[in-house]
């Protein structure tokens, strides 16, 4: 179905993918390339949502050429009129005789119908090529509309005992420079970041993306004059954050989870009330449907090991992003989750690894619950 | 001083030297390659103490061949009789025109001697190629060689947070069967295994290499015949173990540290009687000085919280080697180092990290305590 040619012509495509990675969300990340004769003829990639999607942008570079070629998409075109008309009906009318996509969009709008469109119209088209990497872009897009909510990182820096913190709260600095670099690169990356109360007041926490603290990779990938703060979702059930503190007087717009709403705060910040679960504590799973609702894709979540061991208990984390630290803290340090105690080892929450590596003096270790 | 044909060369001789790894303590594991104009004429590599040393079986291969050939050894040819006469002499007595060593031998009857020796005989002498990757299959001997004492990697099984068993002790298994394979091949490596009484207690462990448990790849490379136990050393200072225990009853030395001698065990079991530091535990760095005493190059420490943590306050731990399952264990498990508390992060254990690898479903990190 697909030959070597296929496959570079799409890896192309993904790496033009990956270029609207910080600025496409509520968005999937998409490129397209269009080969005519085994040549080249347009490229391009969805910049933004409400901008052209990027088969519009490789067909505006392919013109007449676009005529009898071959078009590569990281994801099936869409066959719905959004806020721009259907790309399965732009690839027809420009007259490509083969589309091949990476993945089927699992958008419920979607779903095969881009596909059958091109179909229908004799265009042959197929779906699957270099899928996994095409999934990667948009890990967080492909899991809400799979399942309606976002794809939940909850990023951890420990020593290599696995503590976050001193008994007496001292936590700075556990890693290093580059980690905390690439913490920022994660924060571009996501729509959302999710922390408690505890966390902002032990810090003066600013959660937030600093565009000279991203690493110089990001910084030649993403344009300074796009920069995107994600949305803040903070837990304060108890109503003990103020608006001196230094998160509230940055750009960027806060979701304040509180007890009670107070209207302290400037327009930037939304109180919301949402009802408690049977504990009294917030109502995580609930909260989780909201930001699904909200659009958000991808959820980084910087936390104290209460909030983590909430959402692992609730079933709520998809991924865990741990930068260890070659240092010890010793059995008085914190930890990084608050579970229940277990008596059996075939009751512990189970992961997969899926990366190790170096990131400066530290590692990065990357692993996924199980599903 | 070196040419690309010098690093092939050397490259060979650090292969063979590896063979010996199992078997050669307290002798180091040495290689040597012998090439006349172009051609190997002669290899080989120590296999264990009291026998032939590298060069002998390299000569004896080469025979006349050897007259104006270089030899490629790893370590420095030995200046001393020891068991065998020295292989300078030898190296001397068979004509070879140059002497190519990756690293000069710090036993302190050597210490650049033979080197010496062959250079006043008219033989270009250079040493230096390659030395890392030789000192590297020779880390217990050169240290030992350096301080005296024996170099001291602490192995740790954790979760991905950091926790050794259940807050009631229930322990198995954290990590998988590949990683407890690759446990069995550090203890193979080394000279003695350092524990402690609450480990043996807990599982009955038996802390020996079991041959069928060895990774494939060790068992290609040592044969089961020559299969050597290393020495089993446990503290016991309040006379906890009794002779009923697995331990006891398998092949091996067992050096027992008690408070007092009993007199309960067999011929295999040495009680030994160390005096205690000022706060009643045993002194540690009067252990270790007993082991190096006794020829131990590289110890294996597998324990507890409780016997990692003070070595690590004694500044005895030259390496962790840390199998990181991706489990969550929470915060009631336990933890791996019992450190007094501390409340500046500047007063906290750094160390470096050196390696990071997959091994089965679990993570094989490796750190080095900085100098």
């Known amino acids: 179905m697909f030959n070597s040619d296929d496959a570079r012509w799409m890896a192309r495509a993904l790496e033009l993918a990956r270029l609207g990675r910080f600025t496409t969300s509520p968005n999937p990340s998409v490129g397209c390339v269009i080969v005519h004769n085994g040549t080249l003829v347009g490229e391009g990639y969805h910049q933004q949502a409400g901008g052209p999607h990027a088969e519009v942008f490789a067909l505006r570079q392919a013109g007449e050429a676009a005529k009898g070629a071959t078009a590569y998409v990281t994801l099936e075109p869409c066959s719905h009129h959004g806020r721009t008309p259907p790309c399965a009906q732009g690839l027809i009318d420009a007259g490509v005789a083969r589309v091949v996509a990476a993945s089927v969009d699992p958008n419920p709008r979607v779903a095969g119908r881009g596909l059958a469109m091109l179909t229908d119209a004799g265009i042959k088209a197929d779906a699957g090529l270099m899928s996994e990497a095409a999934e990667a872009v948009n890990t967080g897009f492909m899991h809400r509309m799979r399942t309606g909510l976002p794809f939940v990182t909850v990023k951890l820096a420990a020593s290599l005992d696995g503590r976050t913190a001193l008994a007496n709260g001292e936590s700075k600095w556990i890693t290093g420079p580059a980690a905390r670099r690439d913490v920022q690169r994660h924060r571009a990356l996501s729509c959302a970041i999710l922390s408690g109360a505890d966390t902002v007041l032990a810090d003066d926490a600013s959660l937030n993306v600093r565009w000279g603290e991203l690493p110089e990779s990001v910084q030649t990938e993403y344009e300074q004059s796009r920069l995107r703060q994600p949305l803040r979702v903070i837990i304060d059930t108890r109503n003990r954050l103020h608006p001196g503190l230094k998160l509230f007087g940055l750009p960027g717009t806060i979701l304040l989870l509180r007890g009670r709403a107070s209207g302290d705060f400037g327009e930037q910040v939304e109180e919301c009330v949402l009802p408690l679960a049977d504990n009294g504590r917030l109502d995580l799973p609930l909260l989780l449907a909201e930001l ?42 914190r930890g990084l989750f608050d579970l229940p105690e277990l008596t059996a080892m075939d009751q512990i929450p189970q992961l997969e690894w899926r990366d190790c590596r170096r990131v400066g003096t530290d590692l990065k270790l990357t692993a996924r619950v199980k599903n």
Chains 1, 2 share one sequence.
């Open 292 to 333: 699904g609702r909200r659009q958000i894709n991808h959820l980084w979540v910087e936390a104290g090991a209460r909030l983590c061991g909430a959402l692992m208990r609730a079933a709520l984390v998809d991924e865990l992003v741990l930068y260890q630290a070659p240092k010890l803290m010793g059995e008085a340090a």
